[in-house]
């Protein structure tokens, strides 16, 4: 019934256990996962996953958060993306939460992404912290709305989320949504339309409540669901059917 749209199962806290993770996943109805880049060095390892699981898939990018990597290229970007597995061009975007000085390589990283997306026609995974206005008009200047795609673990207003929804992008809740004082987050998912939202886990960060504090997973994405059905007064099965409707419409077109 559900997908989660955004986790990291290649990083050790969840690669170590893979086995009963991915057979958790599968138990709570977790029917899909994407498995998300950030940095190119650990991408044949997300890739190998997402071959030898037919529920699994993969995407290919470098984290703006990642200063000391060895900047992609849009045409490296775009030759891993060709393998059927690889949905989305990603994780990018801007974060200048973390990471302090002249951010201009952050910039430039995240329009390479993009115009990657658009050559390859595979949608974004945005990342954005500290940065929204900058993020809003990167994407708008190099036109990220005809490749499309996700802000992922959303944690901007409002105003923010309509105006990535009227660049064509949706918007991604995580286990933030369940945390009590995420008061703003919650109205954004109490406003927007139904088919522009997706769920995630970002996992092995940010468990939702009730595990907040621990190793997220991918079973968990239900508690995000949850939250979203809670706030909007609809069923957790309706928010379950949409936004695994909304994951394939964007990824799997």
Same mark, same amino acid.
């Given at each position: 019934?559900?997908?989660?749209?955004?986790?990291?199962?290649?990083?050790?806290?969840?690669?170590?256990?893979?086995?009963?993770?991915?057979?958790?996943?599968?138990?709570?109805?977790?029917?899909?996962?994407?498995?998300?880049? @950030?940095? *190119? +060095?650990?991408? =044949?390892?997300?890739?190998?996953?997402? &071959?030898?699981?037919?529920?699994? /898939?993969?995407?290919? !990018?470098?984290?703006?958060?990642?200063?000391?990597?060895?900047?992609?290229?849009?045409?490296?970007? @775009?030759? *891993? +993306?060709?393998? =059927?597995?690889?949905?989305?061009?990603? &994780?990018?975007?801007?974060?200048? /939460?973390?990471?302090? !000085?002249?951010?201009?390589?952050?910039?430039?990283?995240?329009?390479?992404?993009?115009?990657?997306?658009?050559?390859?026609?595979?949608?974004?995974?945005?990342?954005?912290?500290?940065?929204?206005?900058?993020?809003?008009?990167?994407?708008?200047?190099?036109?990220?709305?005809?490749?499309?795609?996700?802000?992922?673990?959303?944690?901007?207003?409002?105003?923010?989320?309509?105006?990535?929804?009227?660049?064509?992008?949706?918007?991604?809740?995580?286990?933030?949504?369940?945390?009590?004082?995420?008061?703003?987050?919650?109205?954004?998912?109490?406003?927007?339309?139904?088919?522009?939202?997706?769920?995630?886990?970002?996992?092995?960060?940010?468990?939702?409540?009730?595990?907040?504090?621990?190793?997220?997973?991918?079973?968990?994405?239900?508690?995000?669901?949850?939250?979203?059905?809670?706030?909007?007064?609809?069923?957790?099965?309706?928010?379950?059917?949409?936004?695994?409707?909304?994951?394939?419409?964007?990824?799997?077109?």
């Amino acid at each position: 019934m559900f997908i989660d749209s955004h986790c990291h199962l290649n990083f050790p806290d969840l690669a170590k256990d893979m086995d009963s993770i991915l057979a958790n996943m599968l138990t709570n109805e977790v029917l899909h996962a994407l498995c998300v880049s @950030v940095e *190119l +060095a650990s991408f =044949p390892q997300i890739l190998e996953l997402a &071959e030898r699981h037919n529920y699994l /898939y993969a995407s290919v !990018g470098v984290h703006p958060d990642y200063e000391l990597e060895t900047e992609p290229t849009q045409a490296e970007l @775009v030759r *891993l +993306a060709q393998h =059927p597995k690889v949905i989305a061009i990603g &994780e990018t975007g801007l974060d200048y /939460y973390r990471l302090t !000085g002249d951010l201009e390589w952050q910039r430039e990283r995240f329009r390479t992404h993009i115009r990657a997306a658009r050559e390859c026609s595979k949608p974004l995974i945005i990342h954005t912290r500290s940065a929204a206005a900058d993020t809003l008009r990167i994407m708008a200047e190099e036109n990220a709305g005809s490749a499309g795609g996700v802000m992922h673990c959303f944690t901007e207003n409002l105003d923010v989320a309509r105006a990535a929804i009227d660049l064509g992008f949706l918007i991604s809740f995580s286990g933030i949504l369940t945390f009590k004082n995420a008061t703003s987050i919650k109205e954004v998912a109490q406003n927007i339309p139904l088919e522009k939202i997706l769920i995630e886990t970002d996992s092995p960060y940010l468990a939702p409540v009730p595990y907040r504090g621990k190793t997220n997973q991918p079973a968990y994405v239900k508690h995000v669901a949850e939250e979203v059905a809670k706030l909007r007064n609809i069923s957790v099965e309706e928010v379950g059917i949409s936004t695994s409707q909304n994951f394939k419409r964007l990824f799997l077109k």
